[in-house]
């Protein structure tokens, strides 16, 4: 008698423990609600009652919204995880726990909690709550992809202005919000047409933000666009390699005029971006600074500055660090971590003016392997070898390298 009491107690406990949870979960997230709390302060509140990392992010998987996540190649792990409309876990690689976010038959996203739990009922209230609250908050005025505007454009400031990010970090959180990956990385400045107020200004800018968002999808092109002032838009192009970032500049611009209603935006300012799919704020953030400030109104639908190669190669023997940085930049992916077979390769194709035949009898290399090793030095480098401009770029680097390291 006395165990069946002791276990009637128990569940007595556990029963009004439920309820007494229910109820704080209840007046938390209506609180927020009534308080007009964004999605960052809904987010950062459910991952403390959960304990764990939450995401919130859109129908496409970028993240809107995150609290202590890791986020490292996201979007791809996410496409795996199905979506449900209902909260629970889905099955897939990623067995994590969500909740749809939106009006039933308007779903602009979801909340995951990319962890493992120990209690799955109390994580389903809690997603629940989240859910609705992030549902309010979205139809109390706020438009469906402000957010994601908002946070792009946070990051493309804090990228100008320098931030305390890695480059791994950097890369992990803007691919998060959609850029791809990229050996070369250009930033672009937008004017809008001039409008008559701030009221015009603001929603000419948003319209481009729309504009360039489609774009992107029908050119398959992951590009990270925020608004940096008002009448002007930050853009980051990804371009495969140095050699292609003028005809990709060229046809984004041209495909952008082309837009309907679209009379041509204005290039302010355009710089290659060193790196091999990372971002080096600390230096390139003053150069983009610098490019926006100082580049004269634009006769033409684009205006490009000089490159950092050209800019180098007026001093191309003195050890000041503005050469330092160029021939860091040309490289950056063969120094970090130094590769020294690869830079003796290059040292020996650049002192052979890139004749393959010499290169092969100087290196006693056969042709196949000695085009293997090139053709990997090529993918390195992101450049295309046979190019004299690149050649010489890489060789006043080279040659300032090997006297100053």
Not at 102 to 128: F, K, M, N, T
Not at 146 to 167: D, F, M, N, P, V
Not at 337 to 349: G, I, T, W
Request: charged share 20%; glycine share 6%.
């Amino acid at each position: 008698m006395a165990i069946t009491e002791v276990i009637h107690q128990l569940l007595v406990a556990q029963q009004l423990e439920a309820v007494q949870f229910s109820r704080t979960v209840h007046e938390i997230y209506t609180g927020l609600s009534l308080s007009e709390a964004d999605e960052a302060d809904i987010v950062a509140r459910t991952a403390e009652l959960l304990c764990a990392p939450v995401v919130l992010e859109d129908v496409r998987h970028r993240v809107l919204a995150h609290a202590d996540a890791h986020l490292e190649d996201w979007i791809n792990r996410s496409k795996f995880v199905g979506y449900l409309q209902h909260t629970g876990r889905a099955t897939g690689a990623e067995n994590w726990p969500q909740t749809p976010v939106g009006a039933a038959r308007r779903r602009w996203g979801r909340l995951i909690v990319p962890a493992q739990l120990q209690d799955d009922d109390r994580a389903a209230l809690v997603l629940e709550r989240a859910g609705q609250a992030l549902t309010i908050a979205r139809l109390s005025g706020r438009d469906e992809r402000e957010l994601l505007y908002q946070t792009r454009t946070a990051t493309l400031h804090e990228l100008a202005a320098g931030h305390s990010y890695s480059e791994k970090e950097l890369s992990i959180r803007t691919q998060a919000l959609g850029l791809a990956p990229a050996a070369y990385y250009v930033p672009v400045v937008i004017s809008t047409s001039a409008a008559a107020s701030a009221t015009e200004t603001q929603l000419a800018d948003r319209a481009l933000l729309e504009e360039l968002d489609q774009l992107a999808d029908s050119m398959h092109l992951g590009i990270l666009a925020g608004l940096r002032k008002p009448g002007y838009l930050s853009i980051l192009l990804p371009v495969r390699a140095r050699e292609l970032i003028d005809s990709t500049l060229q046809g984004f611009t041209r495909r952008l005029a082309e837009q309907p209603g679209r009379a041509g935006g204005h290039r302010r300012g355009a710089r290659r971006h060193p790196g091999r799919g990372d971002h080096r704020a600390g230096t390139s953030g003053r150069r983009w600074r610098k490019s926006c400030r100082t580049c004269p109104p634009a006769p033409s639908p684009t205006t490009a500055l000089p490159t950092c190669a050209c800019a180098g190669c007026s001093r191309p023997w003195a050890a000041t660090p503005r050469m330092r940085t160029f021939a860091h930049a040309e490289l950056a992916s063969l120094l970090n971590p130094v590769d020294e077979p690869a830079l003796d390769l290059l040292e020996l194709y650049l002192a052979h003016s890139g004749n393959k035949s010499a290169l092969a009898k100087a290196g006693y290399l056969s042709r196949p392997t000695l085009y293997s090793r090139l053709a990997k030095l090529e993918a390195k480098l992101g450049v295309v070898l046979d190019s004299a401009e690149s050649r010489a770029s890489l060789q006043v680097a080279l040659l300032w390298y090997r006297m100053h390291g």
